[in-house]
Every structure is written in C-alpha cells, then in structure tokens.
C-alpha cells in the first residue's frame, strides 16, 4: 500500500515546485519507489505541466493530468465539492503502480483569485489519508513571525500535534529580500535590503519544531545560482542509520527522507 504526502505551501512563493522536486529525486535516489500526482493545474493553460514533464521520466507508470482550474471553479462553485473529490481520488488510483511505495502530492497554492486552496488541499489529504509536508520561506519575517505563519497553516490540517502533518520544509534562505519580504536577486545602488533567516539561526531559536512535527529540509539561497523552480538535484548521503538519510541538494540544501512504514 502506498503512502501519499501532500506537500502544501504556507503561501505564494514558498518553494512548493523547488521542494517535490527535490525530495522525490531524494526519495528516487534512495530506492524509494515513487510517483508523483498534481491534483489540479493551477496555471488555465493547456500546456503539459512542467514538473510532471520533468518527473515523468523518473516514475514507472504514467503521471495522471490534473484537473483544469477551470472546471474546478466551476465545480466549487456549484457546490459540487465531492463531485471534485472524486475525481481527484480517480485519477490518482488511475495509474498508480502496483508496488509504489510513495506518492508525492503538489498541493495548491493560496493565492488571491484561489482563496480556497488551503480548503481544497485539507480535502485532498483526508480523501486520500495523505500525511502532510507544508512548505514556507522566511521571506523578511522574524522567528517568531515565521513560526506564526507556519503554525497558521498547520492548524488548516489538524496542527502541529496531529500524526497527519509531518513536518515542514524550509526554501529561500539567507535569501536578499526588501523590507516586505519580496526576493532581490539584482541590487541596485544604495538599495536597502535584508537577508531572510539562515538555517542556522532557525535551527538555533526556532521552538515549534519536535520530534512530532520535524524541520524536514532546508534550501538555502545561492548567490549567483540558478533558483528557478525547474531545476534538478543531486541528492548526496549525509547520515546513515536504518531510517533517516539527510541528503544534500545544490550546495548546502538538505532533506531528511524517512522509508515509509505501510500497514
């Protein structure tokens, strides 16, 4: 039986493409036999959507379409929100491979034109008793404000407590960011910025983290390297016991990938 993570963002930007990318070629690169499914295409276009045609490649059965986001306003709209259900819970038993070990979820983003996507996503998870993996970057928040707007999120999902939210992963760190938090990869002169927070800082001060609700992967900013979303990985060991490996991404980035334990 497989076991289904859906990893959700805190927000617009967060690094939710960076972050299934890297944690199925972490998983992949383990032995871990995955897949992927994306729920809904967020982007009204009918164009193949970029990451299953990057992850296709990698995974043994066909990667299903996503709903159009189209049809799911429509769907919401008239309070069809089961009809959608059901056939999100199709496509994915459509071709999920009979010895599948995972499957990675792309959840939706929130976004202003889609204000129920947290909605969509918690239906998602439950329909498909899916653990949960959200996504954040620090942007220009404190410690404390980062933790706040993570807690946010998870309580959409049971919180911080509950055996369904596994954990968190952390994108865009150290990153150069104006005062509201926005990404200034080109500076111009005499511009102010600041840095967001470090993995180091977060690892140090940050208190919402636990042996329930774990800090799962850190991606830092690198300075003069490629950060769109399409990018690959090259996971690399960094730990070895019977259950955890830590794997580094492009210099510095690491994941912690747990086998999961099926009943």
């Keep these: 039986m497989s076991q289904a993570l859906l990893i959700a963002p805190t927000g617009v930007g967060a690094g939710l493409t960076t972050a299934v990318l890297g944690l199925f070629q972490a998983m992949n690169r383990k032995g871990i036999k995955v897949h992927f499914f994306k729920p809904i295409g967020q982007e009204d276009s009918d164009k193949v959507d970029s990451t299953i045609a990057m992850l296709q490649g990698d995974c043994s059965a066909p990667i299903a379409e996503p709903v159009a986001i189209r049809d799911v306003e429509q769907l919401v709209s008239q309070d069809k929100g089961n009809q959608l259900l059901e056939q999100l819970v199709a496509r994915y038993e459509q071709n999920l491979p009979v010895d599948n070990e995972v499957v990675i979820i792309e959840g939706m983003v929130h976004?202003?034109?889609?204000?129920?996507?947290?909605?969509?996503?918690?239906?998602?998870?439950?329909?498909?008793?899916?653990?949960?993996?959200?996504?954040?970057?620090?942007?220009?928040?404190?410690?404390?404000?980062?933790?706040?707007?993570?807690?946010?999120?998870?309580?959409?999902?049971?919180?911080?407590?509950?055996?369904?939210?596994?954990?968190?992963?952390?994108?865009?760190?150290?990153?150069?960011?104006?005062?509201?938090?926005?990404?200034?990869?080109?500076l111009d002169a005499g511009q102010t910025i600041i840095h967001s927070l470090t993995e180091e800082v977060i690892r140090?001060?940050?208190?919402?983290?636990?042996?329930?609700?774990?800090?799962?992967?850190?991606?830092?900013?690198?300075?003069?390297?490629?950060?769109?979303?399409n990018q690959r990985y090259r996971p690399i060991p960094e730990r070895n016991d019977n259950q955890y490996r830590r794997y580094s991404l492009p210099p510095g980035s690491t994941y912690c990938v747990m086998r999961p334990q099926c009943d």
């Design 111 to 186: 976004t202003e034109s889609q204000p129920y996507a947290t909605r969509i996503n918690q239906e998602i998870a439950k329909a498909l008793d899916a653990q949960v993996i959200l996504v954040a970057t620090p942007g220009s928040d404190s410690i404390q404000a980062l933790q706040d707007h993570i807690d946010i999120t998870a309580r959409a999902y049971g919180g911080i407590n509950n055996k369904q939210l596994v954990g968190c992963m952390l994108s865009k760190l150290g990153a150069p960011v104006d005062r509201d938090g926005h990404m200034q990869p080109f």
């Design 204 to 229: 140090e001060h940050a208190t919402i983290f636990n042996d329930q609700f774990r800090l799962l992967g850190c991606i830092p900013w690198i300075p003069g390297a490629d950060h769109s979303e």
